[in-house]
């Protein structure tokens, strides 16, 4: 009996921490400041497209942003009569550029830049089915390239390049033209003149 009541005492006592270290718990929980996840909200598309009265054109301007390429399909759906977009940015997503260039083939758009059109801008202009540069206008190129010690998973600059390189060549630019891009920096940018642009294919009416 002795030996039974010292085996009772100590499930009493087990029992009893147990229940003080769930007190304890309990109290920790409660003064535990409950932490909400951070919602990270993609800031809107910077970039604008407007179709003219006769439905027959689309300016673009801004960004070339997320977003760009299904806008352009969508307006096309609902202008089916575009057969011109205007261009006038700094760049941006060339992923973005190289949907747009899909829908400017698929529907036979040609491109026009009576500003400025560098970069990511630059290519959607290339992908014209036909295009031209008005007076004053400026296309700007350059390389690519990852700023040191940058590293964005398997994107490679000289693979990237390469894809982009094969949209002039599939317009039929001039292939020195094609050699001197893939050889650019990425800084500064090269702003050809009207003349070479011509000469090489980039511009298909003076």
Request: proline share 5%; with cysteine; aromatic share 6%.
């Amino acid at each position: 009996m002795g030996q039974r009541r010292i085996d009772i005492l100590v499930l009493y006592v087990l029992l009893a921490l147990a229940l003080s270290g769930l007190a304890l718990i309990s109290v920790a929980a409660a003064r535990t400041e409950v932490r909400q996840p951070v919602i990270h909200i993609p800031p809107p598309p910077d970039f604008e497209l407007s179709v003219n009265a006769d439905g027959t054109a689309v300016a673009f301007q801004g960004r070339v942003d997320f977003g760009l390429t299904a806008a352009l399909r969508d307006l096309v759906v609902q202008h089916p009569g575009i057969r011109r977009m205007t261009l006038e940015s700094h760049g941006g997503v060339i992923s973005e550029a190289r949907g747009v260039v899909t829908v400017l083939r698929a529907h036979n758009i040609a491109t026009h830049v009576a500003g400025h059109c560098a970069s990511a801008c630059a290519l959607i202009f290339a992908g014209g089915a036909a295009r031209t540069l008005a007076e004053g206008g400026q296309i700007g190129l350059h390389g690519y390239a990852l700023a040191r010690g940058q590293q964005f998973g398997m994107i490679d600059p000289v693979v990237e390049m390469k894809r982009d390189l094969a949209i002039y060549r599939a317009q039929a630019m001039d292939e020195s033209f094609i050699a001197r891009l893939a050889a650019l920096p990425q800084q500064p940018m090269w702003y050809p003149d009207r003349a070479e642009l011509l000469a090489v294919g980039m511009l298909t009416t003076p």
